[in-house]
């Protein structure tokens, strides 16, 4: 199961300049993910958890709030599986 959780340097000045609510929002994602696991959090639906394409194709990302989506990895260092958090952004309509 993974259920280890780091937020990348390049997200973490991201979230400087994000609203409160979206900050909120990520550290209840990163507490489930902690708790249950990224597998049974992908099951939830408010996060609306998709797979990315293209050149993101071993990425996915969650939705935050409308505008806003976090872009997050699964690596293996040696034996230890973890979420990588890599950005977080405004999406663009």
Not at 56 to 75: D, P
Request: net charge positive.
């Amino acid at each position: 199961m993974t259920n280890n959780v780091t937020i990348s340097s390049r997200a973490r000045k991201q979230l400087r300049n994000v609203p409160l609510h979206v900050i909120q929002k990520l550290s209840g994602w990163v507490m489930s993910v902690e708790d249950r696991g990224i597998e049974e959090v992908r099951k939830i639906p408010g996060y609306h958890d998709e797979p990315l394409t293209g050149a993101r194709r071993s990425q996915r990302s969650i939705r935050l709030s409308i505008s806003y989506r976090v872009i997050y990895q699964i690596r293996k260092d040696e034996t230890i599986e973890f979420v990588s958090v890599e950005e977080v952004t405004k999406h663009r309509y």
